[in-house]
């Protein structure tokens, strides 16, 4: 198999985290926005609508993975992703512009798809589960860099952090230069021989835990633009700095998760990361000051490094070369139909309080369930391991 170069890491990792800013980078002018256009629809609805796309489209997706491959999906995702970003700031119409962010979460699926199976053909083992921390790590990383530098162009002009989507151009010239084209042969040689019915329970958590653990995790981007305002008096790079420390606490959690991983084992470190959303959204529930702010933004930062990205390892270990598009576009109709969901938690209250109240206790009973549905299915493996034994 071709070897990838550093380079080529770094390509795979700047590309991954175009995926997280679909809908973010533009969260913190997002007040700016509702000022400039006439919506006809909720605010959030512009953050979450790429979410939609995605869900929408993310089965095509996925068979189209096998008939594609990964660099002529991840080529044709690109370009799309680009102009349907760009020029979401100059659209007028409400229709059109719906139809606009709902076809971008298109093209963001086909991002998200092709590197992920594109890392699942090039790393195994330890390698892969470091370099799927990595993804994990460049996502939020880009979610620092993207949200700061959204904060701070969207106070000179509303319009500007639109302009932030046409890296996809820049990446799609990294992706042509710098990533050898997999042997065709070989892809998924690697990966774990299971049958669908085995895995299909485990593979039907893994989507569960990363829908619900996406839509905790975008309570906050989709209530905190409007919340820190009235509550803190934030301006747009003040959100944008603090939604950016989400972020950075993310990073450093999955840089970390693998270690964790070792320690507590997969399924009781997802359960941890519930855990942590819970702490995250109890602490803005009951306190105003700016002290526990922090302490909330590092909760849920951990909360997401202890999910997302370990939960997208473990459907690329429950898949085989025949379903692994299937289960790619599965977890990223998880991931992004949790951030579709969290539009509506504005709908709980009026009181943003009473709002991460909600959060807060549905993240506890979330962890619980996940943890029942983890140890049921364990249990299920090991007896029948038990009987092929005496067999």
């Given at each position: ?241 603090l939604m950016a420390f989400i972020s950075l606490i993310a ?78 576009g599965l977890f990223s109709m998880g991931v992004f139909g ?54």
């Amino acid at each position: 198999m071709n070897k990838i170069s550093n380079f080529g890491i770094f390509t795979l990792l700047f590309v991954s985290s175009l995926t997280i800013m679909v809908g973010t980078v533009i969260a913190p002018s997002l007040s700016g926005i509702v000022e400039h256009k006439n919506l006809g629809f909720s605010p959030s609805w512009l953050i979450t609508l790429p979410s939609l796309g995605v869900v929408l489209f993310a089965p095509i997706i996925g068979k189209l993975l096998n008939k594609l491959g990964t660099i002529k999906l991840l080529s044709l995702g690109l370009i799309p992703y680009a102009i349907l970003g760009f020029i979401g700031a100059f659209i007028t119409n409400n229709y059109i512009l719906i139809i606009d962010r709902v076809l971008l979460g298109a093209a963001t699926v086909a991002i998200q798809v092709s590197v992920t199976a594109y890392i699942a053909d090039f790393f195994t083992g330890e390698a892969r589960m470091k370099m799927i921390a990595w993804q994990g790590m460049s996502i939020e990383l880009g979610g620092v860099v993207f949200l700061a530098i959204g904060g701070f162009l969207g106070e000179i002009n509303w319009q500007l952090p639109f302009y932030i989507y046409l890296l996809g151009f820049l990446c799609l010239i990294l992706v042509i230069v710098a990533l050898p084209k997999p042997e065709s042969k070989l892809i998924g040689e690697n990966l774990t021989q299971v049958t669908d019915t085995n895995n299909a329970p485990k593979v039907r958590i893994i989507f569960i835990a990363s829908l619900l653990a996406m839509m905790l995790f975008f309570v906050g981007f989709v209530t905190l633009p409007l919340y820190l305002p009235v509550a803190f008096g934030f301006t747009e790079s003040e959100i944008g700095y603090l939604m950016a420390f989400i972020s950075l606490i993310a990073i450093i959690t999955a840089s970390q998760m693998p270690k964790m991983v070792k320690v507590f084992g997969d399924s009781n470190v997802v359960v941890l990361g519930f855990l942590f959303f819970m702490m995250g959204y109890f602490v803005l529930a009951t306190s105003g000051s700016l002290v526990f702010l922090v302490l909330t933004t590092i909760f849920i930062g951990i909360g997401f490094g202890f999910t997302i990205p370990l939960l997208n390892l473990m459907m690329i270990e429950a898949s085989t070369i025949h379903n692994q598009g299937k289960h790619l576009g599965l977890f990223s109709m998880g991931v992004f139909g949790g951030q579709f969901l969290s539009t509506f938690i504005e709908y709980v209250s009026d009181n943003y309080r009473a709002i991460y109240a909600v959060s807060a206790g549905l993240a506890l009973i979330i962890g619980g369930v996940i943890y029942f549905m983890f140890q049921k299915e364990s249990k299920k493996n090991l007896l029948t391991f038990e009987v092929d034994l005496k067999s």
